[in-house]
């Protein structure tokens, strides 16, 4: 079934601990993102990938990293995780050839709890 | 920094009325506008999206823009418990990829039965 799939659902996290969030589409989009979203803040851009092999920073980049080593994967990294990073993370893509008519899909999220 | 604002809501309607989703955004410039639907626990999915002033009708959605008053509006007609779910506006870059797709905080809907 094509589409985006995420791991982990959810995970509790003790404070200073690295964690990796993952990511992967097979629709063979260009474009991929990561949101965090929390409670009456919206969805929030941490970092985007235009393509495979480069990155950019979104509105909230501190604290987190990405790679984008191929086209399906994003993988989004926690160095040494803080509480204010608790929040319901979003994965998405999209074919995106600019324009601003290019729909982004979304992945199921996941809860991450730091303590 | 372009901005979009919704009303968070609640906005609670009976079932079968018409309920109005409403939208402003900061940047004159932009083009097009998407609305995302978003239920508890899940994940945005779009609905639809609209670039010409004037109305767009898919089914029981119509969307609304005015770009001279900067506002896009989503009215569902009929509105059924389903609908309840939490509805986010979204602009996309005009001419960049979507590292500049901003989202409002969105607006809950509860449709009464």
């Known amino acids: 079934i094509a589409g985006i799939t995420q791991a982990p659902t959810s995970q509790i996290l003790a404070a200073g601990r690295r964690m990796t969030l993952r990511c992967t589409q097979d629709?063979?989009?260009?474009?991929m993102y990561w949101y965090r979203q929390d409670l009456g803040l919206g969805l929030r851009l941490i970092h985007y990938s235009n393509t495979a092999g480069t990155t950019g920073k979104g509105e909230v980049p501190d604290g987190y990293s990405v790679s984008r080593a191929n086209t399906d994967d994003f993988p989004l990294t926690l160095a040494s995780a803080v509480p204010s990073q608790t929040s319901v993370y979003f994965c998405a893509s999209s074919d995106s050839k600019g324009g601003g008519l290019d729909e982004q899909f979304f992945g199921p999220g996941t809860r991450l709890t730091v303590l | 920094q372009k901005e979009v604002e919704q009303n968070s809501g609640p906005l609670s309607v009976p079932e079968g009325a018409i309920a109005s989703l409403n939208c402003t955004y900061s940047d004159r410039g932009s083009q097009s506008f998407f609305w995302y639907r978003q239920y508890s626990g899940k994940s945005p999915e779009l609905i639809m999206f609209?670039?010409?002033?004037g109305d767009k009708e898919d089914g029981r959605f119509t969307a609304q823009l005015n770009k001279a008053s900067q506002y896009v509006s989503l009215l569902i007609r009929d509105s059924q418990p389903s609908d309840s779910a939490t509805y986010l506006c979204a602009v996309p870059p005009r001419d960049n990829y979507g590292q500049n797709f901003v989202f409002g905080p969105g607006t809950r809907l509860s449709v009464l039965p």
């Open positions: 609209i670039y010409s002033n």
């Open positions: 629709m063979r989009h260009n474009a």
